[in-house]
């Protein structure tokens, strides 16, 4: 397993009180977010609706950190221009709604921003291995994609240990993210498998103390 320096916390804005998003995103700043976690849902690939690149112009006009948008989405080649433009640092596709996934990953490259690949809880980690060396980020969804606040699938630790053995073999500048269920209670273990980013979005937002909460992450994600 390799490991490396710092764990990073990327705070899902789904759970955010949207009426005042700015506020928001200044808070979870404040906390010590390391990346901010943006998921774009299109009622199609996901049961569920979100935000679009409007929205993420209007977080990237409040915020420096790199903004990392997960794209739930059919067909994600027909916006990437536009999540880029919009100010996005790492675009996310799919391997499943993406036939053509070598040819979408260097599109995002091409726009010259970080290009993500994720994967559903059902889907099988070999769909990685001829993609490894072309991605800048591999996140691993832990729970059905759709809503916030679901439980930690437990299986995703086999898989997460799978994918970081493929990383360290084929291309260790890789970063892997885990994305559902992360919580205090269950960091330590997930982090044992050598994840570098952890989603959060219920366990930050509904905390009382956003702080205290990314504090309690990073510490307990840090001491294996
Ligand atoms: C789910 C999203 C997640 C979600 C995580 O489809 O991709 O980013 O916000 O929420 P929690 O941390 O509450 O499971
Ligand atoms: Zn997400």
């Keep these: 397993m390799t490991k490396k320096a710092s764990k990073k916390i990327a705070p899902s804005l789904l759970s955010a009180n949207f009426a005042r998003l700015e506020e928001e995103v200044h808070a979870v700043v404040q906390a010590g977010a390391d990346l901010i976690h943006v998921d774009v849902m299109d009622g199609h690939f996901v049961p569920n609706l979100t935000v679009g690149p409007v929205v993420i112009e209007a977080i990237r006009d409040c915020c420096t950190l790199p903004l990392d948008v997960h794209l739930m989405i059919e067909k994600p080649e027909r916006y990437l221009e536009d999540f880029v433009k919009a100010g996005s640092h790492y675009l996310t596709v799919h391997v499943e709604t993406c036939p053509h996934l070598h040819r979408t990953i260097q599109a995002i490259k091409e726009l010259g921003i970080k290009a993500g690949v ?19 980020l591999i996140l691993v969804m832990s729970v059905n994609p759709g809503f916030g606040g679901q439980s930690f699938i437990p299986n995703s630790l086999k898989k997460l240990s799978g994918i970081r053995k493929m ?10 993210e885990v994305d559902g269920g992360i919580k205090v209670d269950n960091i330590k273990q997930i982090a044992a498998t050598g994840v570098d980013i952890f989603v959060a979005g219920s366990a930050i937002f509904k905390s009382q103390n956003y702080k205290e909460t990314i504090e309690q992450m990073k510490k307990a994600a840090q001491f294996l």
């Design 118 to 136: 994720s994967l559903n809880p059902a889907t099988p980690i070999k769909t990685l291995e001829n993609i490894v060396e072309d991605v800048d």
């Design 167 to 176: 990383i360290d073999e084929i291309n260790p500048r890789v970063e892997l």
